[in-house]
Every structure is written in C-alpha cells, then in structure tokens.
C-alpha cells in the first residue's frame, strides 16, 4: 500500500484544518487506517483509526470531541478532520494502514505515508 498524505499547513489556534490520506495498491477497504503525529522532539503518538468499514473509530483522549476520522472507500481516502486546534497540535501528521483489527499501537502498521506538516500558531 502506498500512502500520500496532504493537507497540513499553518493556522491559528481555534482554526481547523482537514488533512487527507490518499490509497493505492492493494485494496483500500482491506485496511485499518490510522493518524498518527509526531511533534519536534517527541516520539510518535497515536492520534485516531478507523475500521474497515467506517463504523468504528478510536481517538486518542488529547483529540476526542475536536478530530474525527472518516473514510471513502470508494475514493481510497481517509480524511481527518481537525477543529479547534491548539498549538499543541504541532506535529507532522502520519497516515498508516494495517490489517484486521482497529489498534493504537504504532507497531502494528505495516504501511506509513510521508507526513504532513500542522502548524497551529497561538
């Protein structure tokens, strides 16, 4: 699986952002996808997954109620939506892919995208 993540940029704290993860190679549907962050510094952090099929979903308690994953299987794309940001948002953003089941564990993915910058600025 190839993974092409966009979307990041810079905005002001309270603004949003909705980044994108484009799919190819093997079948999208097939694939927990997951975003990941990773802040200056920091060690990569688990930020949200979706099932398969869309109807589950994980956040990591720092995002729940501000994020929300979703997927188009029919585009090969899982967006992540991002609303009332806060300067500790700042990371470069990771889309991941993995079979079977829903995880938080960075580990546990197989297939990584580039990454995309977020900078949210107070």
């Known amino acids: 699986v190839q993974l092409q993540a966009s979307g990041g940029g810079l905005v002001q704290a309270g603004g949003s952002l909705r980044l994108s993860c484009a799919a190819s190679g093997r079948t999208f549907s097939d694939n927990v996808m997951g975003w990941f962050r990773q802040a200056s510094g920091q060690e990569r952090q688990f930020v949200t997954a979706i099932s398969q099929s869309g109807g589950r979903t994980y956040y990591a308690d720092s995002v729940k109620g501000r994020f929300t994953i979703s997927r188009d299987n029919a585009k090969n794309t899982v967006y992540l939506q991002m609303n009332s940001l806060k300067p500790e948002d700042t990371a470069v953003y990771y889309c991941?892919?993995?079979?079977?089941?829903?995880?938080?564990?960075?580990?546990?993915?197989?297939?990584w995208g580039q990454g995309t910058q977020v900078t949210v600025s107070s």
């Open positions: 991941a892919a993995k079979s079977y089941v829903l995880s938080t564990y960075e580990r546990q993915y197989d297939y």
